[in-house]
């Protein structure tokens, strides 16, 4: 039963769907969360919480890549040179990881790792977040990225590829 005073129902109604709605969204989207509380937040809690590496083979292999205990897997979002969509990376993260497992995505800059965390999320895992400064961060004003990142920030990284992070 509803009962109408000059519209107040109506407008109570558009904004009962309107807030539903904009939680509805928000759910859906990824947090984004630095290069060192990323750090901290894998070392705090080893077992669940892990970083994946979703820049090309390429740039996973010349540019480096982070160095952690439980590893961090490449399993690139696009393919270079053609920057063709990996159409596998839901499912590639899925033969290695739960749905209820933290993940963080980084690439070089914080892009691609926000894509990659929606995706993820769309494809049911439930604690996606993604490194805003990820492996390489901003530029400066010269175009060199020195202002913030994984490199920049001094945590550990390596040039060493292990064969079962390696993206197969």
Same mark, same amino acid.
């Given at each position: 039963?509803?009962?109408?005073?000059?519209?107040?129902? *109506?407008? #109570?109604?558009?904004?009962? +769907? @309107?807030?539903?709605?904009?939680?509805?969204?928000?759910?859906? *989207?990824? =947090?984004?969360?630095?290069? &060192?509380?990323?750090?901290?937040?894998?070392?705090?809690?080893? @077992?669940?919480? #892990?970083?994946?590496?979703?820049?090309?083979?390429?740039?996973?292999? +010349?540019?480096?890549?982070?160095? *952690?205990?439980? %590893?961090?897997?490449?399993?690139?979002?696009?393919? #270079?040179? @053609?920057?063709?969509?990996?159409?596998?990376?839901?499912? &590639?993260?899925?033969?290695?990881?739960?749905?209820?497992?933290? *993940?963080?995505?980084?690439?070089?800059?914080?892009?691609?790792?926000?894509?990659?965390?929606?995706?993820?999320?769309?494809? %049911?895992? &439930?604690?996606? +977040?993604?490194?805003?400064?990820? #492996?390489?961060?901003?530029?400066?004003?010269?175009?060199?990225? =020195?202002?913030?990142?994984?490199?920049?920030?001094?945590?550990?990284?390596?040039?060493?590829? &292990?064969?079962?992070?390696?993206?197969?």
């Amino acid at each position: 039963m509803m009962i109408e005073f000059g519209g107040v129902a *109506l407008a #109570f109604l558009v904004t009962v +769907f @309107s807030l539903t709605t904009a939680t509805t969204a928000n759910a859906m *989207l990824p =947090t984004g969360i630095d290069s &060192k509380e990323a750090y901290s937040m894998v070392m705090t809690s080893p @077992s669940d919480t #892990f970083i994946v590496d979703v820049r090309t083979v390429a740039e996973y292999t +010349f540019v480096g890549h982070p160095d *952690l205990p439980s %590893g961090v897997p490449n399993i690139p979002l696009k393919f #270079f040179p @053609s920057w063709e969509p990996n159409s596998d990376f839901a499912l &590639k993260v899925a033969e290695r990881y739960k749905k209820n497992n933290r *993940l963080i995505m980084i690439c070089r800059s914080g892009g691609r790792a926000e894509i990659a965390a929606e995706i993820l999320i769309k494809a %049911g895992f &439930k604690r996606v +977040f993604y490194m805003t400064d990820s #492996f390489e961060g901003r530029a400066d004003e010269k175009g060199h990225r =020195t202002v913030d990142g994984w490199k920049v920030n001094n945590l550990p990284y390596t040039y060493e590829i &292990k064969e079962e992070l390696r993206y197969k």
